[in-house]
T-cell receptor, first 111, second 112 residues
Framework: GENVEQHPSTLSVQEGDSAVIKCTYSDSASNYFPWYKQELGKRPQLIIDIRSNVGEKKDQRIAVTLNKTAKHFSLHITETQPEDSAVYFCAASNYGQNFVFGPGTRLSVLP | ETGVTQTPRHLVMGMTNKKSLKCEQHLGHNAMYWYKQSAKKPLELMFVYNFKEQTENNSVPSRFSPECPNSSHLFLHLHTLQPEDSALYLC???????????FGDGTRLSIL
């Protein structure tokens, strides 16, 4: 079955700096890779996703890149702000299959 | 504003009690999920229902019993729980399996 690893488990950056979170997956059939943000005491919310036919996707300050050959994908947050502080989860799936989530990265943006 | 509503938000119960968690989605989705989220642990998939049929039970103890009476409602019946069952229980739904999942706010469960 699919296995998703995520690094780092915790990340602290200064406000205004960039943050990068990396995930690897094991099943080459996976073709959908979402990223969720979970603020303290709140539900996970989808912030960006990418499908296997695309190498990069950007939405304002966040972007996701996918390397299918190496089976890894990354979340990039630029110009970080205090409200970016949260736990971020990556996931991998194939249509008709369940999501397999990574263990999460706790991002702290320091003022 | 969320299309997935969970009740109650908080629940404290003794180990011998019986209670139920409720999840309702108004998104017209076909798949619904129960996840357990413990401190410093990844999201643990518990149960999956697709078109009201249970398609996955991830070796969950029988003290957790899911019920899906229709495609909009999902319940998790709790009976004789253990202290280690204290966690945030999240419900999610998606159009189909493998599609973007929408989460509810969760039920924070504490077992005394």
């Amino acid at each position: 079955g699919e296995n998703v690893e995520q690094h780092p488990s915790t990340l602290s950056v200064q406000e205004g700096d960039s943050a990068v979170i990396k995930c690897t997956y094991s099943d080459s059939a996976s073709n959908y890779f979402p990223w969720y943000k979970q603020e303290l005491g709140k539900r996970p919310q989808l912030i960006i996703d990418i499908r296997s036919n695309v190498g990069e996707k950007k939405d304002q300050r966040i972007a996701v890149t996918l390397n299918k050959t190496a089976k890894h994908f990354s979340l990039h947050i630029t110009e970080t702000q205090p409200e970016d502080s949260a736990v971020y989860f990556c996931a991998a799936s194939n249509y008709g299959q369940n999501f397999v989530f990574g263990p999460g990265t706790r991002l702290s943006v320091l003022p | 504003e969320t299309g997935v509503t969970q009740t109650p938000r908080h629940l404290v119960m003794g180990m011998t009690n019986k209670k139920s968690l409720k999840c309702e989605q108004h998104l017209g989705h076909n798949a619904m999920y129960w996840y357990k989220q413990s401190a410093k642990k990844p999201l643990e998939l518990m149960f999956v229902y697709n078109f009201k049929e249970q398609t996955e039970n991830n070796s969950v103890p029988s003290r957790f019993s899911p019920e899906c009476p229709n495609s909009s409602h999902l319940f998790l019946h709790l009976h004789t729980l253990q202290p280690e069952d204290s966690a945030l229980y999240l419900c999610a739904s998606s159009q189909d399996k493998g599609q973007p999942q929408h989460f509810g706010d969760g039920t924070r469960l504490s077992i005394l």
